[in-house]
């Protein structure tokens, strides 16, 4: 019996949504048939029907035409080792094996959704919840900027282009108004992603390979020493803005991060032969870190360790908003310019600390850094500073070198 193969793309008209109607196909073979969205739309008006094409040499056309292209191949190749198995074929056979080849990884939404779906049942455990907020941010952004530009709800891996990222960081910039370095945090989510599907084999080469985008990093923010001195003596009378002096203080003076500060209990602070120390790991590296606490640091302490227990929050802060929120209500009442987040506190801590003469090194401990590079990112050179170290260098260089030259 001679065997009937056929492959037919068509619209749908019925469902036609703001002027976009749904791209289907349809497999034949031997007179069973079986039906599937291609994930894409396309005006009526740019449809071929006798091509079973779009048409055009818009970019939404060709891509279309790419996904269609994609599908009847992939069909093709399916129903040849079907063929070559000997066994009977059915159109349904074949569309339940397109649609699950690579796990159903063969969009780019697809792809990030499992992704994410991961990271959230890491959560609480070796992940953080801000981490996956920016993720969950990201998904939103990329599926928008599809659809603007590509008329489509999704993008086959295989046709994003070093273009899609170029374009994608522009759309940002120009609909968005992100900065820079919010737009590269963004796109570094999307490289994660793309050279997981490049791995995975999802995708033949990786197209961050051909694209270039540097965080075009701030000048990071800290307070300086009489800075710190007017904030820690200028009077108060909101118990709110008190607290949060004491928390941000404490961080100044430790280094410690905000969450690391939230998750503080009595169990984390060690008398160490009459010394008070710190002692914990990072929530979000895992990293341990130990801290002696400077004479201001337990005073703080002191404050909130009065009736807990040892398992008990010290700090009860209501949230990071709350607290940045409130810290910037600080900074107006203490009369300083300077518009600060609680993350800059870990900063004041590495640029004070270095600014005294603590090794770079030892301050990459305390900080609880992977990496000292990272520390280096921290620890700003400041003038004075940068002036002890090259009169130390002349004082050194002096008994090296002979004087003036003479004749």
């Not at 992704?115 to 941010?137: P, Q, Y």
């Not at 796109?187 to 197209?207: D, E, F, M, R, V």
């Not at 700090?315 to 600060?340: A, R, T, V």
Request: aromatic share 10%.
């Amino acid at each position: 019996m001679r065997s009937t193969f056929s492959i037919l793309f068509y619209i749908n008209r019925k469902k036609l949504k703001e002027n976009q109607a749904p791209v289907m196909g349809r497999i034949t073979i031997n007179g069973t048939q079986a039906y599937f969205s291609c994930k894409c739309a396309i005006n009526p008006e740019l449809w071929n029907t006798q091509q079973n094409c779009a048409i055009g040499n818009s970019s939404h056309a060709q891509l279309v035409n790419k996904y269609l292209g994609t599908y009847r191949t992939l069909i093709i190749h399916t129903y040849q080792q079907l063929l070559q198995s000997g066994q009977p074929i059915t159109a349904l056979q074949i569309k339940n094996q397109i649609l699950s080849t690579g796990n159903d990884y063969t969009t780019l939404l697809r792809y990030m959704k499992e992704d994410i779906s991961t990271f959230t049942h890491r959560v609480g455990k070796d992940r953080a919840v801000m981490t996956l907020k920016k993720m969950e941010i990201v998904y939103r952004h990329i599926s928008n900027f599809i659809k603007a530009k590509y008329r489509t709800n999704d993008i086959f891996l295989p046709d994003i282009s070093p273009n899609f990222i170029t374009s994608f960081a522009s759309w940002l910039q120009t609909t968005h108004s992100l900065s820079q370095s919010t737009i590269w945090i963004y796109t570094t989510y999307l490289k994660k992603i793309l050279t997981s599907a490049h791995h995975n084999g999802q995708i033949p080469s990786n197209p961050f390979s051909k694209f270039r985008m540097g965080p075009n990093v701030k000048q990071r923010q800290f307070l300086t020493e009489q800075e710190l001195f007017h904030l820690l003596n200028h009077p108060l009378t909101n118990p709110a803005l008190q607290t949060v002096r004491d928390i941000y203080l404490f961080s100044c003076l430790t280094g410690i991060s905000y969450i690391d500060i939230a998750n503080l209990k009595q169990e984390n602070v060690h008398n160490i032969k009459g010394e008070l120390w710190v002692i914990s790991a990072r929530k979000k590296t895992g990293i341990q870190f130990q801290i002696k606490l400077l004479e201001m640091a337990k005073r703080i302490l002191e404050k909130y360790t009065g009736n807990i227990s040892l398992s008990d929050p010290i700090f009860k802060i209501k949230s990071y908003e709350w607290l940045n929120c409130n810290l910037k209500k600080l900074m107006l009442e203490c009369g300083l310019s300077k518009d600060l987040t609680f993350h800059t506190a870990r900063h004041t801590f590495a640029t004070l600390a270095l600014t005294n003469g603590m090794p770079i090194e030892s301050i990459s401990k305390v900080l609880g850094h992977t990496n000292i590079t990272t520390t280096q990112i921290y620890a700003k050179i400041i003038n004075q500073k940068l002036s002890y170290d090259l009169s130390q260098f002349e004082k050194n260089l002096s008994g090296i070198l002979p004087g003036p030259f003479s004749e």
